[in-house]
């Protein structure tokens, strides 16, 4: 009786690091930072689950049309997707340089967001923000995260949990899982690097 072949499914020759592989960690990332299944995603593009798994891990790439369409369900930016260029290969996913940090969209006027972090795949994420001069967010925010900031220069207001807070140049907050709004009561930009668990962009 001849020996039955084995059928093997073709390795994946992609770096973990590669541009693909990123792009695939933080589309992943923004799912279960999101609270969607495969299927609710899968759904929502009009596409299959198995292509959104196949993308998910990298093995297939989502074209220009597929971006938009996951920008706009995740409530992101379409240039978060566009970030992964690197100068030397070995910086992939562990180095960002300050001329290619990716803006992060928001909806909240007055704030601008840039990505510290290579991708989004890990557990928490650390993010540069700049709050206009009298920006505020006016409805607080809750989410389920840890998150901690640093204040690297201006004035910037916080109410945690119902207590406000005056922070300057060199002052630092942390709180969890409790409501929050800010706002900016200088006449100048504060700037503060914010560090999030789980990612949640």
Do not use: C
């Not at 695939?24 to 759904?43: C, M, N, P, Q, Y």
């Amino acid at each position: 009786m001849p020996a039955q072949k084995a059928r093997h499914a073709a390795p994946d020759t992609r770096p973990e690091g590669s541009a693909n592989a990123l792009l695939a960690r933080d589309l992943r990332a923004l799912r279960k930072a999101r609270g969607l299944t495969l299927s609710e995603v899968a759904l929502s593009l009009g596409r299959s689950v198995g292509w959104l798994s196949q993308v998910e891990r990298g093995l297939s790439t989502p074209s220009i049309t597929d971006l938009r369409a996951f920008a706009e369900l995740f409530g992101v930016s379409l240039s978060l997707f566009f970030g992964h260029d690197v100068q030397e290969e070995a910086e992939r996913g562990v180095v960002v340089r300050a001329g290619h940090r990716r803006s992060l969209g928001t909806s909240d006027s007055g704030l601008v967001e840039e990505l510290l972090s290579p991708d989004l795949g890990g557990s928490f994420e650390m993010l540069r923000s700049e709050f206009a001069p009298g920006a505020e967010l006016k409805t607080p925010a809750n989410r389920p995260t840890e998150e901690a900031g640093y204040v690297v220069s201006g004035n910037f207001d916080i109410e945690i949990d119902g207590a406000w807070h005056h922070l300057a140049e060199g002052d630092s907050f942390r709180f969890g899982g409790k409501p929050f709004r800010w706002k900016n009561p200088g006449e100048e930009p504060a700037v503060v690097i914010w560090v999030i668990s789980p990612p949640v962009y």
